[in-house]
């Protein structure tokens, strides 16, 4: 062991075993590790598998996400290096070692890029909660997803492969304006760095150019797309060994930011006809095993457009999980090669509220008036504030787990105090 490696053991292992420590100890067995704990599907996972008397602990790269503080999760590392670098990959090791997890789940396209380059040396350790290459190499390559899902006859976007600002131009004169432009896999970097890019609506030429030539700068293809301001609806499926375990449907009607981001007022439905069958043909097609979520945007004929597939546990998941699908312990079932249960019917109708990401979007919505797809500012105050008047659950609240609820309200209110600051910078 390298000196280096040394002083990152010290750090993790070597705490009090208190909460409120910068680098805990984990040093008892436990049953799951779930990796980038900051994020809701995360403390969703840790609450499921708590609840069905699986030890569990959590990741993260600094302290005080909302996730440590469930009552559910056992122990946490937070670990001394930046996301998808070599150095956590050395510190992951060191917390494997530790507790001997028999299944990690991660939920970030960094971790992911990062267990896909290391993933023999993992899998001798423990199990990765994700599909097998080569489906999963196919599902976070938008540009191979939309070739597959072209041949199984699915509507996808019309668009253009670009690859510099050269090719803003002749883009533009292909699928016009306004348009969508987004890296063909979100995450984009390499072990030394890198960033997740989502989708971005451009509305003119120059704003094409700035976009591109910011999401190029480390490489990689984009995809050039019309713009579909219709209904986002996604289909989620727990499948293995050639069989569906579990389906569930929503349709997002508010999300963070406005256009592509994670949703923040969702509605549990029932599997639409249409997309349903496609998303299912997709899965099979791919083989994409575990779990998956399959989005869509309808036009303004209600024609359904796949727009990705997302191979991870998805940030909405936990309106699935209240409604009687319980995806992270089904995944956790599947990766540790246990009996999966099979779920055939879920609630639907109900509705589901992230209050921090929600009220972001109203900001967001006031600050973008007048652009495609964006509500006035008026229609956006008075839906936010109507929101409260409609029966709902919440993100985060859970009236048996109350801990994570003051570090998510503080992790929300910095996120968009950094907001604010990072746009009068920019003016």
């Known amino acids: 062991m390298t000196a280096t490696q ?18 805990l100890p984990m040093q008892e067995v ?42 559910w999760c056992l122990q946490k590392a937070v670990l001394p290096a930046r996301e998808a670098t070599p150095d956590y990959f050395k510190c992951l090791q060191q917390v494997l070692s ?70 803003v131009d002749a883009a533009i004169r292909e699928v016009g304006l306004p348009a969508v432009v ?6 984009m970097g390499d072990e030394k760095s890198g960033i997740r890019f989502s989708p971005q609506l451009v509305t003119t030429l120059h704003e094409a150019q700035q976009v591109v030539a910011s999401m190029t700068r480390f490489g990689g293809n984009l995809l050039f797309q019309q713009f579909l301001d219709g209904r986002r609806e996604a289909v989620s499926f727990l499948y293995a060994g050639c069989h569906m375990y579990a389906r569930f449907a929503q349709w997002a009607k508010r999300t963070n930011p406005p256009l592509g981001g994670t949703s923040v007022l969702r509605q549990s439905i029932t599997i639409p006809g249409d997309i349903g ?44 999980v209240r409604c009687g699908v319980d995806f992270p312990y089904l995944l956790y079932q599947w990766a540790s090669g246990d009996r999966i249960d099979e779920v055939k019917q879920y609630r639907v109708g109900t509705w589901m509220r992230y209050l921090m990401g929600d009220f972001i979007t109203m900001i967001a919505s006031l600050r973008r008036r007048g652009r495609p797809g964006i509500v006035s500012p008026p229609k956006a105050v008075l839906d936010f504030a109507a929101t409260f008047f409609v029966p709902m659950e919440y993100d985060y609240l859970d009236w048996s787990d109350l801990g994570p609820l003051l570090p998510a309200a503080v992790g929300g209110i910095q996120s968009f105090l950094q907001q604010v600051r990072s746009r009068k910078v920019k003016t």
Request: charged share 30%; proline share 3%; with cysteine.
């Open 98 to 167: 530790a507790t001997s997890a028999k299944v990690i789940i991660p939920s970030s396209d960094g971790t992911i890029a990062l267990i896909r380059r290391h993933r023999k040396t993992l899998e001798r350790r423990t199990r990765v909660a994700l599909a097998k290459e080569p489906a999963l190499g196919i599902a976070v390559n938008k540009g191979q997803t939309l070739e597959i899902a072209r041949r199984l006859g699915l509507l996808i976007p019309r668009g253009v492969d670009i690859a510099s600002v050269r090719d």
């Open 182 to 187: 987004k890296p063909e896999e979100s995450w």
């Open 277 to 320: 069958d496609q998303a299912e043909r997709l899965v099979r097609e791919i083989e994409l095993e575990g779990y998956s979520e399959v989005e869509f945007r309808r036009d303004s004929a209600g024609h359904a457009y796949l727009m990705e597939i997302n191979p991870r546990l998805s940030a909405s998941v936990e309106i699935a």
């Open 6 to 23: 040394e002083a990152i053991a010290e750090r993790i292992h070597s705490a009090e075993s208190s909460r409120s420590a910068s680098y």
């Open 30 to 71: 436990c049953e799951a590790l779930v990796l980038d704990a900051q994020f809701r599907q995360s403390l969703v996972s840790v609450r499921s598998l708590g609840r069905k008397h699986i030890r569990v602990g959590a990741v993260e790269t600094f302290d005080g996400v909302p996730a440590f503080s469930s009552k």
